[in-house]
């Protein structure tokens, strides 16, 4: 099982940017299709974005396309979400998520299977 760190949530203001990181540890980290996703208070787990074992195949939520990029290096056993752009409506507890072998991003909360603790996001309007 790898273990998940979320980190670099906080408040921003409509319009800012904000990059999360999620840190991998205890598993071969390249060997993972990775996403993120987030929960606002009263809402479902939505996937935000998700990012195939080697990075050349993504997935984005519409609502967030062209504001919203993920990246992983596996050489650092690590995923990153860049948002920009931000939104009131991108308020939520955004969460790591991996899953080990499949080759293509995974766009639902069930079939992963190791989860990160979480990172708040706020964006003030």
């Known amino acids: 099982q790898v273990q998940l760190v979320e980190s670099g949530g906080g408040l921003v203001q409509a319009g800012g940017s904000l990059r999360l990181s999620c840190a991998a540890s205890g598993g071969t980290f390249g060997s993972y299709a990775m996403g993120w996703f987030r929960q606002a208070p009263g809402k479902e787990r939505e996937i935000v974005t998700a990012?195939?074992?080697?990075?050349?195949?993504?997935y984005y939520l519409d609502s967030v396309k062209g504001r919203f990029t993920i990246s992983r290096d596996n050489a650092e056993n690590s995923v990153y979400l860049r948002m920009n752009s931000l939104k009131p409506e991108d308020t939520a507890v955004y969460y790591c998520?991996?899953?080990?072998?499949?080759?293509?991003?995974?766009?639902?909360?069930?079939?992963?299977?190791?989860w990160g603790q979480g990172t708040q996001v706020t964006v003030s309007s």
């Open positions: 990012i195939s074992r080697t990075g050349g195949n993504t």
């Open positions: 998520a991996a899953k080990r072998w499949p080759t293509v991003p995974l766009p639902n909360h069930y079939e992963y299977d190791n």
